[in-house]
Antibody, heavy 115, light 112 residues
Framework: EVQVLESGGDLVQPGGSLRLSCAAS????????MNWVRQAPGKGLEWVSL????????YYAASVKGRFTISRDNSKNTLYLQMNSLRDEDTAIYYC????????WGQGTTVTVSS | DVVMTQSPLSLPVTLGQPASISCRSS???????????LNWFQQRPGQSPRRLMY???NRDSGVPDRFSGSGSGTDFTLTISRVEAEDVGVYYC?????????FGQGTKVEIK
């Protein structure tokens, strides 16, 4: 079964850092583009970042560019999101999603930025 | 950036009746390769989003055939031919043609 499973969410103070992980299984991870999408409490979906299958190309939403870094380790079938300089408005459930057109989603991991 | 605008934002429906959600983009979603990357997602209460439709009108595996997608260019529609109780949730359109990717605001479908 094709699955992605996020982890690493936590409570962090404003200005702090956190790294999220997304473990993939059931498909050839290195063949696919991967995304991060977030959802603030009670709000809609916001696309955050994408990385190509080799890790050579990355894209970011303006709201996170310069603060967040997407990366992947194809030998470990794992996607990452390094989040620095966190703000209150980064509080959200963070989902990873497979492929250019987001065909498979995980259950999400919760990031809370608060003092 | 491409703005995706859904309407209505709230849709009370009667079981067994049809329902339609409109999604409009601020730019054409026709890619240079000729494809149109407009996807629909369903988020049931307390669950993660699930993709229902891709490239306007292609149903994902396991999606009931009462769901259909149509449209072109900048105007798109998701139609449920006969609403069932399990269809309650929020529906989002998303464009996958331009950077950055963008979602509509979401349409909440509920039973009257």
């Amino acid at each position: 079964e094709v699955q992605v499973l996020e982890s690493g969410g936590d409570l962090v103070q404003p200005g702090g850092s956190l790294r999220l992980s997304c473990a993939a299984s059931g498909f050839t991870f290195s063949d696919y583009v991967m995304n991060w999408v977030r959802q603030a409490p009670g709000k809609g979906l916001e696309w955050v970042s994408l990385i190509d299958n080799s890790g050579g190309a990355t894209y970011y939403a303006a709201s996170v560019k310069g603060r967040f870094t997407i990366s992947r380790d194809n030998s470990k079938n794992t996607l990452y999101l390094q989040m620095n300089s966190l703000r209150d408005e980064d509080t959200a459930i963070y989902y990873c999603a497979k492929d250019l057109q987001l065909d498979v989603w995980g259950q999400g991991t919760t990031v809370t930025v608060s003092s | 950036d491409v703005v995706m605008t859904q309407s209505p934002l709230s849709l009370p429906v009667t079981l067994g009746q049809p329902a339609s959600i409109s999604c409009r983009s601020s730019q054409s979603l026709i890619h240079s390769n000729g494809d149109t990357y407009l996807n629909w997602f369903q988020q049931r209460p307390g669950q993660s989003p699930r993709r229902l439709m891709y490239r306007v009108s292609n149903r994902d595996s396991g999606v009931p055939d009462r769901f259909s997608g149509s449209g072109s260019g900048t105007d798109f529609t998701l139609t449920i031919s006969r609403v069932e109780a399990e269809d309650v949730g929020v529906y989002y359109c998303m464009q996958g043609t331009h950077w950055p990717r963008s979602f509509g605001q979401g349409t909440k479908v509920e039973i009257k």
